[in-house]
């Protein structure tokens, strides 16, 4: 897992013509393998700040550091996964998984496989993603994010639009996924009981610009690894 330190992050957007603060001296060290849920008001910056942990926009000021090193990218290490899962609707589940897989230069079936049975999706690689249900597909983002084992992994609100047993569902799968594989995860969401179900710390975040205004570790025993 990996660890990611947040220094005095500062961030900000013209939104109708006016420079805006999205982001305002933002500090937070996070621990490997720790499952960290953001809360915060719609808007206030909770999105931004996972781009700047992924690296696909660099902080107006302060640093990010993933393992140790400033982040000036996004990189295989860190897995971003958004609400909507991205599947590519021309390739099978199988390849859109293995796709990732391609991607970071390692070609290994194995991997694939073992990646598309963890989520549950066995019987289902040569599937195109139109035959998906929205919690299926979800969970073919989910095994194509798990393929490269990241050491991190950015959730925005992965589970906001399943329906509430499916989304039980995919919230016991992740914290398993979790406990057995061991990375660190960063999950935005707008539930609070998805938090405090899912998460060893949940941080609050003010309306725009974001500040953080609590910081709180929850202790439960099957959060042990
Ligand atoms: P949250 O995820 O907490 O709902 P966001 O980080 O998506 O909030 O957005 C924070 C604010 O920044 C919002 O007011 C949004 O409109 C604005 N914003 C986000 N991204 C951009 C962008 N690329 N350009 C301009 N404004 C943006
Ligand atoms: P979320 O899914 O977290 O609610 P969105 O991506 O929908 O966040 O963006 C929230 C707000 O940020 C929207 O009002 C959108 O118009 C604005 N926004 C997001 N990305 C951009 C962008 N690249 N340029 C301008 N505005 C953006």
Redo the contacts with the bound molecule.
Sequence with gaps: PMDIQLRGIHHG?PIGGTFTPVIEDVSLDIAPGEFVALLGP??CG??TLLRLVAGLEPPHAGQVLAGGVPVSGPGPDRIVMF?DPTLYPWRTVRANVALSRDIAGRRDDAAVDAAIAMVGLKGFERAWPHQLSGGMAQRAALARALVNEPRLLIL??PLGKLDSLTRLTMQTELLRLWQKRGFTVIM?THDVEEALLLATRVVTFSTRPARVISDVSIDLPYHRH
Excluded: I, L, P
Aim: net charge negative; proline share 0%; charged share 35%.
């Design positions: 957007y719609s808007g909770k999105s609400q925005d609100e935005v």
